[in-house]
T-cell receptor, first 107, second 115 residues
Framework: DAKTTQPPSMDCAEGRAANLPCNHS???????VYWYRQIHSQGPQYIIH???NNETNEMASLIITEDRKSSTLILPHATLRDTAVYYC????????FGAGTTVTVRA | DTEVTQTPKHLVMGMTNKKSLKCEQH?????MYWYKQKAKKPPELMFV???????INESVPSRFSPECPNSSLLNLHLHALQPEDSALYLC??????????????FGPGTRLTVL
């Protein structure tokens, strides 16, 4: 299982982009990087995943460095509803959540 | 139907009680999971079923007993729990078995309190 490291918290202004970093230096060559978020008292919600290339969907963009040791989740226009704990994880069938980043979007 | 449902939403039980948590999905997913989440901590994996067979048990105490009666249903039977077992219990499902790359869909969880 890849060990992931994320900053414990970050603030973001509403309407601005939020860039969430994650270090996963122990990730193996065939492990995908997954991002989930958990809004207070709800179950985690899948956001995006990727292997080598950058990925984009309706929720976010994922930038993975060429050496795959780190990635950045980008929420392009943060809203108050994006306030949540964001987890990156380096496994696929067996999610090993790290401590995550608590993101607070402020008006 | 693209959701995972869990019942009950809240459960309070004594240490001598026997209770069960239920999880259901009708997305045709073939892998189902139980996680335990303590307050202000990340979810911790407990069990994984793949194609209705128990594939992963993360050294969970025997007072927790999972069951997968069919591909849509997952139960967690609880017996002789301790107060420290109080937590949010999350169920998740995944389209394919353990050899592919699909995201997990989580239910809302059952908030368990052991007195």
């Amino acid at each position: 299982d890849a060990k992931t490291t994320q900053p414990p918290s970050m603030d973001c202004a509403e309407g601005r982009a939020a860039n969430l970093p994650c270090n996963h230096s122990t990730i193996s060559g065939n492990e995908y990087v997954y991002w989930y978020r958990q809004i207070h008292s709800q179950g985690p919600q899948y956001i995006i995943h990727g292997l080598k290339n950058n990925e984009t969907n309706e929720m976010a963009s994922l930038i993975i460095t060429e050496d795959r040791k780190s990635s950045t989740l980008i929420l392009p226009h943060a809203t108050l509803r994006d306030t949540a704990v964001y987890y990156c994880t380096g496994n696929d069938y067996k999610l090993s959540f790290g401590a995550g980043t608590t993101v607070t979007v402020r008006a | 139907d693209t959701e995972v449902t869990q019942t009950p939403k809240h459960l309070v039980m004594g240490m001598t009680n026997k209770k069960s948590l239920k999880c259901e999905q009708h997305m045709g997913h073939r892998a189902m999971y139980w996680y335990k989440q303590k307050a202000k901590k990340p979810p911790e994996l407990m069990f994984v079923y793949s194609y209705e067979k128990l594939s992963i048990n993360e050294s969970v105490p025997s007072r927790f007993s999972p069951e997968c009666p069919n591909s849509s249903l997952l139960n967690l039977h609880l017996h002789a729990l301790q107060p420290e077992d109080s937590a949010l219990y999350l169920c998740a499902s995944r389209a394919s078995g353990l050899d592919s790359y699909n995201e997990q869909f989580f239910g809302p969880g059952t908030r368990l309190t052991v007195l």
